[in-house]
């Protein structure tokens, strides 16, 4: 049986870092070919950007996963970075982003937009996991 228990420091250090992931992602390593892959105007989202509701939900979108993946963890009795990396990977590979990619094929989007959404959801969750598997706390 799991001596684990949810580490809430590790997870809302995961949520802070996963925020800065997806402004890196969406920003400088991929933001212009994503907003051209999604039709969006840069001009325009600049002159009308988001409001409140879409940062709220993003923020609401993180946490409630590291919560179920640090919950997970403690199940699993995932004690170790390397195990953390793993399963996080191979959550984010096969229910995020093999659903990501079927979904968009019969959309007809973009090949290439699956691998950056899908892409940042692999990444996110391996980064994820270490941190959870590797900042675990006893009960």
Known sequence: MS????????????VILLTGLGFLWYGA?????WMALVGLDPVAVEAD????????????????PMYVLAWLFTKLNVDSALKGAKIGL???FSFVFLSKMTSDMFAQNPY??????????????TIAGIILGAWTKEK
């Open 3 to 14: 001596n684990l228990k949810i580490n809430h420091g590790a997870v809302w250090v995961s």
């Open 29 to 33: 390593l991929f933001g212009e070919k």
């Open 49 to 64: 950007p988001p409001g409140a509701g879409v940062w709220i939900t993003n923020i609401v979108a993180t946490v409630i």
């Open 90 to 92: 191979i959550i984010a």
């Open 112 to 125: 290439e937009l699956s691998w950056i959404v899908g892409g940042f959801d692999m990444a996110a969750l």
